[in-house]
């Protein structure tokens, strides 16, 4: 079955829609030009994310982000910004991207969340991320994270393959602009591999990107093989 999403998106002759791009790999796509058309599309429809393309449209996307998120709760939604667009309150959205990035980057982002079961649990490969009760079950192991483990694992979760900054990490874990000492999130990533990792000290999902942050690695399903003709 297919993954319904709601795209909100306005009509720019200066760049292309990315509805195509998503039709393309699966995803069945409803599309609606504003903010007014969302909250009346999302009375018939239980979307599976809502993507807000505020560039495409002369609006920060806030306000629209605030009133679909009041009414779907849950929904995980994703905004997208012009590069210098001003006005986008980072918090209202589960996810932010700024332009330009490529379809693959949305599609990333998009992944977890499609992932995502009736019972609130983020997958991603063979790790499973319980949002309510903040459970980690990965290759046998179950732990319960702290709330700073929890945002950790979640934001690696919401962003797999994709390198995170140490500066953004610590800014947003301990919520302060101070960078002079960010030793206490290698103590956080060390703890967080030690409920992940078979062997904490040869990590298999969260690599060190010496000098710039960490990722998240988990191997993408595999696809089965074209049988051969005989």
Not at 17 to 37: A, C, D, H, R, T
Not at 226 to 230: P, S, V
């Given at each position: 079955?297919?993954?319904?999403?709601?795209?909100?998106?306005?009509?720019?002759?200066?760049?292309?829609?990315?509805?195509?791009?998503?039709?393309?790999?699966?995803?069945?796509?409803?599309?609606?030009?504003?903010?007014?058309?969302?909250?009346?599309?999302?009375?018939?429809?239980n979307p599976k994310?809502?993507?807000?393309?505020?560039?495409?449209?002369?609006?920060?996307?806030?306000?629209?982000?605030?009133?679909?998120?009041?009414?779907?709760?849950?929904?995980?939604?994703?905004?997208?910004?012009?590069?210098?667009?001003?006005?986008?309150?980072?918090?209202?959205?589960?996810?932010?991207?700024?332009?330009?990035?490529?379809?693959?980057?949305?599609?990333?982002?998009?992944?977890?969340?499609m992932s995502m079961?009736?019972?609130?649990?983020?997958?991603?490969?063979?790790?499973?991320?319980?949002?309510?009760?903040?459970?980690?079950?990965?290759?046998?192991?179950?732990?319960?994270?702290?709330?700073?483990?929890?945002?950790?694992?979640?934001?690696?979760?919401?962003?797999?393959?994709?390198?995170?900054?140490?500066?953004?990490?610590?800014?947003?874990?301990?919520?302060?602009?101070?960078?002079?000492?960010?030793?206490?999130?290698?103590?956080?990533?060390?703890?967080?591999?030690?409920?992940?990792?078979?062997?904490?000290?040869?990590?298999?999902?969260?690599?060190?990107?010496?000098?710039?942050?960490?990722?998240?690695?988990?191997?993408?399903?595999?696809r089965p093989g074209?049988?051969?003709?005989?």
């Open positions: 079955m297919k993954h319904l999403i709601l795209l909100v998106e306005g009509k720019r002759a200066d760049r292309p829609s990315f509805m195509s791009g998503l039709s393309k790999k699966g995803y069945e796509i409803e599309s609606v030009p504003n903010g007014s058309s969302a909250l009346k599309a999302i009375q018939q429809l994310a809502v993507i807000i393309d505020a560039a495409s449209m002369r609006t920060s996307g806030t306000r629209i982000c605030t009133s679909l998120r009041a009414a779907l709760d849950k929904t995980p939604i994703l905004l997208i910004a012009g590069e210098n667009q001003e006005g986008i309150d980072e918090n209202c959205a589960d996810q932010v991207l700024r332009l330009p990035f490529t379809l693959q980057k949305l599609l990333n982002r998009l992944r977890p969340y079961n009736e019972n609130k649990k983020l997958e991603c490969g063979p790790i499973k991320l319980d949002i309510k009760e903040r459970w980690l079950h990965c290759d046998g192991k179950k732990t319960r994270l702290t709330p700073r483990l929890f945002f950790l694992m979640e934001a690696f979760m919401s962003h797999p393959g994709e390198v995170l900054l140490r500066e953004d990490l610590f800014r947003k874990l301990w919520e302060t602009d101070y960078l002079g000492d960010t030793r206490s999130l290698d103590v956080h990533i060390s703890w967080l591999r030690q409920a992940v990792e078979e062997d904490p000290r040869n990590p298999k999902y969260i690599k060190t990107e010496r000098g710039i942050g960490y990722r998240l690695e988990v191997e993408k399903p595999k074209k049988t051969a003709k005989k």
